[in-house]
T-cell receptor
Framework: GAGVSQTPSNKVTEKGKYVELRCDPI?????LYWYRQSLGQGPEFLIY????????DSGLPNDRFFAVRPEGSVSTLKIQRTERGDSAVYLC????????????FGPGTRLTVL | QQQVKQSPQSLIVQKGGISIINCAYE??????FPWYQQFPGKGPALLIA?????SEKKEGRFTISFNKSAKQFSLHIMDSQPGDSATYFC??????????FGAGTRLFVKA
């Protein structure tokens, strides 16, 4: 079946602009995760959804970052007033039920803030 | 408390050799320790995982060794192949939810 998909694959924006990044999880997966990966680093946890609710958003760096999953499937990561330091690959993963169920990652969205 | 320290940063191994990557953690509440493999332009993919009630887990050519008292765990890749050339991440979590990743090891297997 189809894996996790993320759109767009690349996003270039200017400092101060608003961006939305989309994640389509594997069908039927109830858990969804967002990570941020800077060049040469491991993924950094941002937020975890179980169904429609954010079960843990402790990794969001500040209030410019927000994520939603209104119907328990597709999720959108929203970044306001982008800064150059936000440039990174944003990864989404989903798992069947959360916990130690395998997390399947998408290919990521490469965000570049000029 | 949240860190996972991984070494080495990079590793070059001859084809057929053993690749060894080490990780150390601080938070004793962690109870799930996965290893991920990532190829350029792709997301990480789960390779193998272990829980602290087991000291070793083997799947094919991949083995995790776990030392709970030392708060250390390692990945061994036996009979390393050029196709194993990738970046490997260790990780740790409590219950498998919020996952903390190491900084990664870039492995190159020479043919």
């Amino acid at each position: 079946g189809a894996g996790v998909s993320q759109t767009p694959s690349n996003k270039v924006t200017e400092k101060g602009k608003y961006v939305e990044l989309r994640c389509d999880p594997i069908s039927g997966h109830t858990a969804l995760y967002w990570y941020r990966q800077s060049l040469g680093q491991g993924p950094e946890f941002l937020i975890y959804f179980q169904g429609t609710g954010a079960a843990d958003d402790s990794g969001l760096p500040n209030d410019r970052f927000f994520a939603v999953r209104p119907e328990g499937s597709v999720s959108t990561l929203k970044i306001q007033r982008t800064e150059r330091g936000d440039s990174a690959v944003y990864l989404c993963a989903s798992s069947a039920g959360g916990g130690s169920d395998t997390q399947y990652f998408g290919p990521g969205t490469r965000l570049t803030v000029l | 408390q949240q860190q996972v320290k991984q070494s080495p940063q990079s590793l070059i191994v001859q084809k057929g050799g053993i690749s060894i990557i080490n990780c150390a953690y601080e938070n004793t509440a962690f109870d799930y320790f996965p290893w991920y493999q990532q190829f350029p332009g792709k997301g990480p993919a789960l390779l193998i995982a272990i829980r602290p009630d087991v000291s070793e887990k083997k799947e094919g050519r991949f083995t995790i060794s776990f030392n709970k008292s030392a708060k250390q765990f390692s990945l061994h890749i036996m009979d390393s192949q050029p196709g194993d050339s990738a970046t490997y991440f260790c990780a740790a979590s409590k219950g498998g939810f919020k996952t903390i990743f190491g900084a990664g090891t870039r492995l190159f297997v020479k043919a």
